[in-house]
């Protein structure tokens, strides 16, 4: 018998007398592992807990059909027909998220709440005659369902007269205060980075240049918002508890380290985060359900299949952060029909795959065991606060589960137990099968929790944990174990509003760059990518309409993805043809604010005409880039 397994066995008192010639003396009490590097504060250690929750984008925006607003409508455009927070609340709750972040105010200042600080508020909608607070119905409807609420306040205000001026950081505070006593308790606080450019401030309508952590002073907000609401995480400038994941693609990296350097946030290193950082600041990552954050009858058809959804959860909550994924409502002020569908296909098959650890009635042993409040079994206990540990300077070991006859699985799931740090660097899991050790998967870091899919379910006799690169002794809460359950597939709609054109059946004819067809797919994630273009030698596509259409318009989806060194074109030509070989101007311009807001453009051609082809040339990057990347292409007809 080797050294390690008899120890093993002496561990789970299966060794031969060890359970009879035990002295009928308490076991003496060993203590925990200290603590390695940053650890969580006990409000982001409950925030680790809640993994996934919405967003909710709703605002003048959803009325206008904008993702930015300038700052300059009138309230009266802010008028849900139907709204019901309840139903949203409901397909929240489908959807398996387990708290909902709504836009209180986002960048045009437009505040959902009845404000006594400025005229540009609910109080001045057709909204319930003025008399409406949809902060307040969405708290409220949050509660009834036990659902935690969290508020997202855009710092950045194009509306209001001082932005840029230190008295807009007093009326800053002063919504935060409001919101902050007015709608019981909040579990998170969201602070957008997007921070000053152009806007109408007052009727100045000019651009206005901040420089946000000293304009700001991002450390007293925090501090007033954590007295007011203790237990709400903050998010984003350094000194909040949450970090951003660096994209909106929903997409953590691979590791992504909770840990981070105390110094301003960088993207690169936000995606990541940084082994051994000094600050726990760990990462949520942010993703629409749709293309764009508010709600586009457009963008019907292009909604996040739940398979996608799946994919994100793997790659956000599978991967430790917490998932934050924007469900917008539409101008009824419900969340259409099918983003429901979808939710519920979602939630259902993450529900069924997690409901039951398959783990559980397996026998678990570890190469070192630290003593009886550290027991191999905690992995196995669905209790987040015990962990098996191993002595200190132990810090190599594994874990072995000795399944039930029969178990099959393909989804592994294992967590660290937080409070004492992320102690474990790179690890592996092996299953034995037929008698040998297989290695199914090795990574750098557990942390809050890592999940692992297996592309076909295994039963092996054995699975294993191996620690295989560790400063300190692991703390291992679980090691469990699942059988994924597929989503039920939901096909894709045409979009709800006639005027928007079916592109199905369109084709690319050429193009200036390979895989155009992306611009096709109605998925926003894939892009048409080439190098930046220039006058002399611009970007250009031809697609077939398939047949004869009036055509009113184009609209052009820039892509989001942004660590591509790419950007949006600047401007447009757009022509159409009959028969494709003549052809016609239909408009040229530039598309307004798209390299910031990454929002679909929607063009309109000065009078609607009959066309089979659509010509689009594209001479400039938006902003200086080295490449030019588009995500789609549609069009819509006149409406009737
Ligand atoms: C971004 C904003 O500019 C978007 O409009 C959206 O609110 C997103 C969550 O954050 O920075
Ligand atoms: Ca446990």
Redesign the pocket.
Known sequence: MTEISRRSLLATGLAAGTLATAPALAAPRTAPPKPYGAVPSPRQWRWHGREQYA?V?FSINTFTDK??GYGDESPKLFNPTDFDADQIVAAAKAGGLRGLIL?AK??DGFCLWPTTLTEHCIRNSPYKDGKGDIVREMADACRRAGLPFGL?L?PWDRNHADYGRPAYVDYYRAQLTELCTRYGELFEVWF???NGGDGYYGGAREARKIDAPRYYDWPSIVALVHRLQPNACTFDPLGADIRWVGN?DGVAGDPCWPTMPNQPYDQKNGNAGVRGGAIWWPAET?VSIRPG?FYHADEDSKVKSPERLIRLYDESVGRGTNLNL?IPPDRRGRIPDQDVRILKSFGDAIRATFARDLAKGAVAHASHNRGPDFEPAHVLDGNRETYWSTPDGVTVSELILDLKPGTSFDVIRLREYLPLGVRVTRFAIDAEIGGAWRTLAEHECISAQRIIRLPAPIAPRRARLRIVEAPACPAISEFALFRSVAPVPVPPIISSDPSVLDTSGWRIVEASAPDAERLLDNDAATIWLQPAPTHDRPARVTIDLGKPVELAGFSLTPSRQVMTGAAPPKGYVAETSDDGTNWKPAASGEFSNIA??LSTQRIAFATPRQARYLRLTFAETAVTARRLAIAGIGGFTATR
């Open positions: 967003f984008h993702e930015w836009t986002h960048h997202y855009s957008d980075g997007a909106e942010d954050w924007n910031y807001a």
